[in-house]
């Protein structure tokens, strides 16, 4: 596997996945089915969900990843889902704004770690805007697509657009059943290869897939039945090589048919409880 200069940078979600920042479930994660607002499923399993987290760990660092853990603990139990409070682009990074009420602490617990570890900040969202990281998609290193969401505004899509440059593109995500089970735009795509993603399609924007038919990307459909158990929420750790959450055999078995790699791992606890798959508990930190 070829070897990359660069400390950090990820502005691909598909490029080989060097380093990468997740967060274990902490006694705020077992306490998350106590405040309704959070959106857990059922009262939490604290110790398979750290059972689970460690089998992610183990996952990544044999496709040969190396794995960092945050280390910090606080009253939010969505802390665990580190994809969303910030984007790490080639640049630098770039702490976000969730909508989310209690992930509002959330991108300044990154930031210090990103700091501590000589990442600089690229900018942030300010003022009225809110963004989440579920929100955002690179389709090209060059080409960022932002979902606008009852947790991204208009607002702060523009505001990343402007901080991250070149081809930005914004897509409203449908409403669906409203913020109580809320669709994120990779709640609705995940990229597999340059070549290929996993889409649902009932709820994927009609701008999005005119776009995907523009690039000539394949798309692998999720079933129905498999879109509340996280079919549709794929890491892929190089391209064709990806680590899905166990339980979805009719999406497992287009991607194999369509020649990608799947590892899958249980994820019920610390992924479906709380509406968070693999790519949700991950932060890339560099790729490529």
């Known amino acids: 596997m070829p070897t990359t200069d660069r400390a950090y940078g990820a502005q691909s979600m598909t490029a080989p996945l060097r380093e990468v920042l997740v967060k274990s479930p902490g006694p705020a994660f077992g306490r998350a089915f106590d405040d309704p607002a959070v959106g857990f499923l059922r009262p939490v399993d604290l110790e398979g969900a750290r059972r689970e987290h460690d089998g992610l760990v183990t996952a ?19 802390l665990v889902y580190v994809f969303d409070p910030m984007v790490i682009a080639d640049g630098g990074a770039i702490p ?10 959330e991108p300044a617990v990154l930031e210090a770690w990103t700091s501590a570890h000589g990442i600089p900040t690229l900018g942030r969202i300010t003022g009225r805007g809110t963004v989440e990281g ?20 208009h607002e702060g899509a ?6 991250a440059g070149g081809d930005v593109r914004i897509f409203d995500v449908p409403y ?3 913020a109580a089970e809320l ?3 990779l709640s609705v795509i995940s990229p597999l290869a340059d070549d290929a993603a996993v889409v649902f399609l009932p709820l994927l924007p009609a701008g999005l897939y005119e776009l995907l038919c523009d690039l000539g990307i394949r798309m692998i459909e999720v079933p ?3 879109y509340p158990t996280l079919g549709c929420n794929v890491l892929a750790v190089r391209p064709g090589v990806v680590v899905v959450a166990d339980g979805n055999p009719v999406t497992r078995r287009r991607m194999e048919a369509a020649g990608v790699e799947v590892h899958a791992i249980p994820l019920r606890e610390v992924g479906e409880n709380g ?3 693999v790519t949700c508990l991950t932060r890339p930190v560099l790729r490529g």
């Open 183 to 185: 669709v994120h735009l």
């Open 158 to 163: 523009r505001q990343l657009g402007a901080i």
């Open 134 to 153: 579920g929100d955002t998609l690179w389709l090209r290193p060059d080409l960022l697509c932002i979902g606008r969401t009852l947790r991204t505004n």
């Open 60 to 78: 990544l660092e044999g496709l040969g990843a190396r794995v960092h853990e945050l280390g910090a603990e606080t009253d939010d139990p969505d």
């Open 176 to 178: 669906w059943k409203g």
């Open 96 to 105: 976000l704004a969730p909508g989310k009420p209690n992930r509002r602490g």
């Open 224 to 226: 129905e039945e498999e």
């Open 275 to 277: 509406s968070g798959g």
